[in-house]
């Protein structure tokens, strides 16, 4: 919807709820940061300061067989 009325947004990773029977790893969980039109360098630079204050660490994928 931002995109369409001249806001600038962008997604973060926010990392994943609790596990569940039905999710063992749990489901990952993100959240969108709205800017005001033109404002995207300030959208931007609190995006950095958000991702440097959390935790939340991308998880290391898993190698196949076929991987090497």
Request: hydrophobic share 40%; glycine share 10%.
């Amino acid at each position: 919807m931002a995109s369409i009325t001249g806001f600038c947004s962008l997604a973060l990773p926010g990392g994943f709820s609790k596990p569940t029977a039905e999710a063992p790893l749990g489901v990952p969980i993100g959240y969108e940061l709205l800017g005001r039109p033109d404002q995207e360098r300030l959208l931007l630079a609190l995006a950095e300061t958000v991702s440097d204050k959390t935790s939340f660490q991308a998880p290391l994928m898993a190698k196949g067989d076929n991987d090497e």
